[in-house]
């Protein structure tokens, strides 16, 4: 089988809007092991979509497709079963390593069958039996507390972007892990080491160390600039490295809000063909006098090296600072500082282990489709954070959750007029998340606007090649 029998067969399967993002919310829901437990839901769905192209988790590949896939050799059946044509493209080459390590503890068994390393992405493969149903998780789902090179928690830089999708088989369940490669130099060849501290809460202590080797990334420089003075943003295409079956791109931002996102969703050469861009690894990040620096390696789709040209439509979500507000006052109004939205506060009530607050929205469109009526209530469950106000200071913004007992970011959404945008949140104050010994007068309420507006497409970027 040759590329392009594998290109023509890809080009070909039909992409189902619908379809295409129940399984992007899906996966989101299922597969994110280290999320923190904020979501900006639109913005996150819109991210994903240009993250997954056509080729993950979709579970809609056609017949054209799985008669070219019926051609891969034995190892390409994993890649098969997970729609990773990137790890089949690899496996036609030659380019993917066999595992056979395997290790059992406290009854479960996982052993992991393949791993390659192509671009800016790490695929691991494995198979765990079916002893983990015995675990805390229902029936046919499948959670690892992993880390990888020794590293601790979530500030283990190989889980930022991580993702994992299972397959039940015959005595248990496949899975692939894809991570990004998190350094700014790559290591041709390198031992990388992997600690599962338990599956399903079943504790264990699985130790692998498993090669992943690079093939030597040929480069092609371009150093070219655009600015976006009505956003504060300038972004810079550096350059793009090829490897076997993927190419990556390297981007500069340079930006006045830190917290400001700034993605490539897609490219397009001068024959039309579009390139797909995967999740951004951020390989340097500055503050200096014009503002923050970043710079970012993401995976795209192999360049063809015969084009001249290649226009990139850049995005642009907007980070709102949180507003305020201590609620020692029943009615009380809040705006945005950078998006023309507000919160007005109608009336609080405290009420056997409840606390209901009353609100409308202001500022958005007096016509709302069902689509933005729906994620507007599903972000209002995430937005409100109650926070002890001894502690407000203490909350880590990198991950924005209270120190236990002393915050509440989780609240059911009643819905009471669509049209006045007016709704109310219901908090458990004896629930899992709680405030000890919860004083209105001691309760700060933050609120962020930033996931209620969807990302904005900025001005097309045309660079030349050559």
Do not use: C
């Not at 789709?301 to 990139?312: E, G, H």
């Not at 009526?373 to 913004?397: A, T």
Request: proline share 4%.
């Amino acid at each position: 089988m040759d590329k392009k029998e594998i290109k023509g067969a890809v080009e070909q399967i039909p992409v189902p809007k619908d379809k295409v993002f129940n399984a992007i919310n899906k996966g989101l829901n299922k597969n994110n092991e280290h999320k923190k437990p904020r979501k900006k839901a639109l913005t996150a769905a819109v991210a994903a979509a240009a993250i997954l192209g056509i080729t993950v988790t979709s579970g809609f590949v056609n017949s054209d497709m799985n008669k070219v896939l019926a051609k891969a050799p034995l190892i390409g059946g994993i890649f098969q079963e997970f729609n990773d044509t990137t790890g089949l493209n690899l496996a036609q080459q030659n380019a993917v390593t066999q595992l056979n390590q395997s290790m059992t503890r406290n009854g479960v068994t996982i052993k992991l069958t393949s791993a390659y390393f192509d671009g800016n992405v790490v695929s691991v493969t494995g198979f765990v039996d079916d002893e983990v149903e015995k675990g805390h998780n229902e029936k046919g789902e499948v959670s690892f507390d992993v880390n990888f090179e020794h590293n601790q928690g979530d500030h283990d830089p190989w889980l930022n972007g991580k993702s994992t999708d299972i397959k039940k088989v015959d005595n248990g369940y496949n899975f692939q892990w894809k991570m990004n490669y998190p350094y700014k130099t790559f290591k041709e060849d390198s031992t990388l080491p992997i600690t599962i501290h338990n599956i399903n809460g079943i504790q264990g202590e699985w130790n692998f160390e498993i090669p992943i080797r690079q093939a030597e990334n040929s480069t092609l420089a371009i150093n070219q600039e655009q600015e976006y003075q009505g956003e504060d943003v300038n972004v810079r295409i550096k350059k793009i490295l090829t490897s076997k079956a993927s190419s990556s791109l390297i981007y500069e931002t340079f930006q006045k809000y830190k917290d400001d996102e700034i993605h490539i969703t897609k490219a397009m050469d001068e024959e039309g063909k579009v390139y797909r861009f995967g999740n951004g690894t951020t390989i340097e990040e500055s503050k200096q006098r014009d503002g923050y620096h970043k710079t970012i390696r993401t995976e795209m789709t192999k360049l063809n090296s015969k084009i001249d040209s290649l226009t990139f439509y850049p995005q642009i979500s907007v980070a709102d600072p949180k507003a305020e507000q201590l609620l020692d006052k029943r009615t009380f109004a809040l705006k945005s500082k950078r998006l023309d939205l507000g919160l007005q506060v109608n009336d609080i009530k405290q009420k056997d282990g409840k606390l209901v607050i009353d609100y409308h929205l202001t500022g958005f469109p007096k016509e709302l489709s069902k689509d933005k009526l729906e994620m507007i209530e599903n972000n209002l469950q995430y937005e409100f954070l109650l926070v002890d106000k001894e502690y407000i200071g203490k909350i880590n913004p990198e991950n924005p959750v209270p120190p236990k007992n002393h915050g509440i970011f989780l609240n059911k959404v009643k819905t009471i007029n669509k049209k006045t945008m007016h709704f109310q949140s219901t908090f458990d104050l004896n629930g899992e998340y709680k405030i000890k010994n919860f004083k209105l007068e001691n309760t700060i309420m933050q609120f962020d606007f930033s996931s209620f507006v969807p990302a904005k497409d900025l001005k097309p970027m045309a660079v030349n090649l050559r």
